[in-house]
T-cell receptor, first 116, second 112 residues
């Protein structure tokens, strides 16, 4: 089954304790992205990657890191989480988002992170 | 910058009612437009899309037409079911850009 898999689904952590949320896709997609969803704000892009070893900042990158060492994996790293990073996080991938062949993204099921 | 504005919810309807969710956008140029749906406890699923003016996207009884003159992409369904209860997001992206810009989402609840 074609899918984007995120882990964990739920995570409660303490301020300052480094954590990684994993994301993997099995569709050979080149483009991957992380979003956070907050009430009343919709989804905002954190980071995206156009291909292996190519990443760039989205709208709200502060406090996050990413890496793209393999095409299928795009982990999100919080080096020192803070309570304002409590949110619902989605990983997404796409075959193409440019021009007429804009397929949109396939989203994972989400990771609900609580930082206390 | 580019932005998407959706009608505020929540929207509560009875089964078989007509649903419209308004979506307008502000952008320089001609983006591709999308509607995504998020069912309770799940991730977002692409519902439909349109990539150029006057295109109509349709899926699962939902329709939306890309109106360049009014910069709108309103979502409609003629007869909703309880299973359509979800959060609906309007979004846009540009050619050679890799970001989806989302509206705030509209929560729809359909009662039997």
């Amino acid at each position: 089954e074609a899918q984007v898999t995120q882990n964990p689904r739920y995570l409660i952590t303490v301020t300052g304790k480094k954590l990684t949320v994993t994301c993997s896709q099995n569709m050979n997609h080149e483009y991957m992205s992380w979003y956070r969803q907050d009430p009343g704000l919709g989804l905002r892009q954190i980071y995206y990657s156009m291909n292996v070893e190519v990443t760039d900042k989205g709208d709200v990158p502060e406090g996050y890191k990413v890496s793209r060492k393999e095409k299928r994996n795009f982990p999100l790293i919080l080096e020192s989480p803070s309570p304002n990073q409590t949110s619902l996080y989605f990983c997404a991938s796409s075959l193409s988002v440019g021009g007429r062949t804009n397929y949109g993204y396939t989203f994972g099921s989400g990771t609900r992170l609580t930082v206390v | 910058g580019d932005s998407v504005t959706q009608m505020e919810g929540p929207v509560t309807l009875s089964e078989e009612a007509f649903l419209t969710i308004n979506c307008t956008y502000t952008a320089t140029g001609y983006p591709s437009l999308f509607w995504y749906v998020q069912y309770p406890g799940e991730g977002l699923q692409l519902l439909l899309k349109a990539t150029k003016a006057d295109d109509k996207g349709s899926n699962k009884g939902f329709e939306a037409t890309y109106r360049k003159e009014t910069t709108s992409f309103h979502l409609e369904k003629g007869s909703v079911q309880v299973s359509d209860s979800a959060v609906y997001f309007c979004a846009l992206s540009f050619r050679f850009d890799y970001k989806l810009s989302f509206g705030a989402g509209t929560t729809v609840t359909v009662r039997a």
